[in-house]
């Protein structure tokens, strides 16, 4: 049977595979970790309010009932187009895999504009990693001002800057402010953390610059309406560890997220390398349309690593690779190809806070509370697995109803113990053992 | 108003600081994390049935509407009971807390026997920390299988060594079945996770030792039944990284958990040293009827740091933390002491698997499909919150009915990739991004 090569289990990847499952192939799907992480809504698991696994089912268990389908939790190193090879890294070693058919979803990571020194001051939203260091950044910053001696020190602390107007970025704003007024309310009595600043940055003169300008002026009205600084206008000069500057002012933060640029995965250099396939500025490669690299059908580009003139966004990655599935499925069966893809936009939405959203499905715009449930629902439904559907939803009562945010165990958040000696995983805590 | 210290946010702690709630005392409470931990569900976020916050909330929310207490995050370094002082570390360098009672509920550690070399490869279970390593390794390890090119390693690399038949052990050994036989079941097809081998060592001649007899056999033979290998009598003489020498005989293993000694918190000997105090062999200090250090009526030593003849099990932490607020009470409003504390067993239970447990509640034993649900039942009850109510019974149901085990992301697994470059935390994903 013909081998199909998937790298990435993104939105885009996880549809080529699930869109093979009757095709008479085998499909082998290669990625860096063992879950398909739900990019949109990592900013929650970032604040608290879910934990990874809802939002994060192993690919294995999502594909548990496909048998043509194997996982392989490798990275992809080196593509070689000629012998129609990927030589990944494994857990054990180096292995090479052929492939008949080649899909390459590998996705972007995030960009700091060739300022990569920034990256550790700024950490971006891209993964699960990156949403639970930033949560321990977030409520490390509230312990950290809780005891800070100096008041500057404590404003600073207290004082949240997110560089990006996005739905990411809008969105994280409106769950940062959140936090402070409502979840962490009562929780210290050395200062009001109501009192912390939540400032947004963009060098566009709107939020939600994707958006019409109808919903971005009333998304704006909502993030200012619920305390949040807006500062448009003004890119981003520099960012250290004690704050950024921005349009020629400096703003002194304790935590600085970055939800801006995004750069294609490295894999995509590598095959125009190989292959003379044109990169645009974003390392993005050109596709043909049906995603295929120019003189090589067997090898498809998706999602974020493609070209396409389309949004990076989900629905793209889906619905793209629901397209290819077929147009694979249509080689080996040597049937006539599928219609040419086109991208069906079904709507963009983005939430601000508590029945604060904006929305547009085709031309109808709706915001406030509509919208916020249309939101809440669509985000539900995307939600893989039944259990995670009614974890979520009992995540997201509790948090409506209560403010809770239960997922903030904070790990390692003070200095390593010098006494601590040979006890692996640092042992933090002061617990009695186990009931009989 | 007096001050009252408490270093440590366990059972026992906690419940000193709930218990003073209504008393004329300013609180403190002192502790290295930011939460409370429950431990005897630890083993179910390490299998990954859970997740940390369900059931270690944090210890601000917790008491965030108790007005005379407030929380410190930091480590207490020194105990000074001449100057009635605790010296701690924070976020924010050293700091002195000046206290008027000393509550010292600091709890205990792993302990390898005088082994420390071993514990970076036999990692142990009292903090979510832990919880959070073994986890990475439990379903590293499968991982691993899947890639191994030697079938002698595929085989060690799914064997697991559970050292310690306490009820964390024969807990932990069962579920680590279970993951094999059923959560994993159709997600490997390079091998039958099935075939993984469960073994459960103990130097003493019966599984959970506190336990009587009849019980202790019912377990073992519950745990034969599984299809787990009970190895007993025989102490454990090397873990090395490659596994375990237990009586004489080498286990190849690819996993091996300390679920074995404790080892009080080293805040006890540094209190013996300063007051003349006793201490036992596992470092316990030795302290009077109403858990005072001798000379000291204001420093109280409870939960497992205290040599209280009582097993180091919560009941008996909860039951010393409330006892010990009402004396504190008494003493603040110049009234009599509570009556002498008494320890009120109400029972033990132990969980094995899917409707095997084993339980006693004064002289009634039980076993069974009763025993395990008086087990889920009992443990509900204690998980603080009723949102994590609610989330822990969603998540038992689901493990029930599907044998889903949703909390299994894994972080980090691969080596770090030598061309992320100053990304962060390492951006292991292929995701691609926003929904629109």
Do not use: C
């Not at 996880?14 to 082998?28: A, D, E, F, Q």
């Not at 300022?115 to 950490?123: G, H, L, R, S, V």
């Not at 890119?235 to 801006?260: C, L, N, Q, Y």
């Amino acid at each position: 049977m013909q081998h199909v090569v998937v790298i990435g289990g993104g939105f885009a990847g996880l549809r080529v595979v699930r869109g093979l499952r009757r095709s008479p192939v085998r499909v082998t799907l290669v990625d860096r970790t063992n879950h398909h992480a739900f990019q949109p809504l990592l900013y929650q698991v970032a604040t608290g309010g879910l934990s990874p696994g809802e939002i994060a089912p192993p690919l294995r268990w999502v594909l548990r009932k496909q048998k043509n389908a194997s996982v392989l939790l490798a990275k992809a190193d080196r593509i070689d187009v000629e012998a129609r090879e990927v030589h990944v890294r494994t857990l054990d070693g180096d292995r090479t895999l052929r492939y008949d058919h080649l899909v390459v979803a590998a996705g972007a990571r995030h960009s700091w504009f060739g300022n990569d020194e920034w990256a550790p001051f700024a950490p971006g939203l891209k993964t699960i990693d990156d949403a639970l260091e930033l949560r321990r950044r977030i409520f490390g910053a509230f312990e950290h001002a809780d005891v800070a001696a100096d008041p500057a020190e404590r404003k600073r602390l207290l004082t949240f800057v997110v560089v990006g107007a996005g739905p990411t970025g809008v969105e994280l704003a409106g769950q940062l402010k959140e936090i402070s007024v409502q979840t962490l309310r009562s929780e210290y009595h050395r200062f009001d953390p109501a009192d912390s600043k939540v400032v947004l940055v963009d060098a566009a003169p709107r939020v939600l610059g994707a958006f019409d300008e109808t919903l971005s002026s009333r998304a704006l009205k909502a993030l200012e309406g619920m305390g949040i600084e807006v500062r448009l206008g003004g890119a981003v000069e520099k960012v250290d560890a004690r704050g950024v500057t921005v349009g020629g002012e400096r703003i002194e933060a304790g935590t600085v997220v970055w939800a801006a640029g995004v750069q294609a995965s490295p894999l995509g250099a590598q095959l125009a390398e190989a292959t003379g396939a044109e990169l645009d500025r974003g390392g993005r490669i050109t596709v043909g349309d049906d995603f295929s690299l120019p003189g090589y059908p067997e090898v498809r580009v998706l999602g974020d690593l493609a070209a396409s003139g389309l949004p990076g966004v989900a629905p793209v990655a889906m619905q793209q690779g629901q397209w290819t599935a077929k147009s694979i499925d249509a080689v080996e069966r040597r049937r006539a190809p599928p219609k040419p893809f086109k991208y069906h936009d079904h709507g963009s939405m983005a939430t601000i806070g508590r029945r604060r959203a904006v929305a547009h499905f085709g031309r109808i715009k709706i915001s406030g509370t509509l919208a916020w449930m249309a939101w809440l629902l669509v985000h539900l439904m995307y939600v893989v697995g039944f259990a995670n559907r009614v974890l979520v939803l009992v995540r997201w009562a509790a948090a409506y109803v209560a403010h809770g945010r239960g997922e903030r165990v904070l790990s390692r958040v003070l200095p390593r113990s010098d006494r601590s000696g040979a006890t692996p995983p640092a042992d933090h805590g002061h617990e009695v053992p186990h009931v009989g």
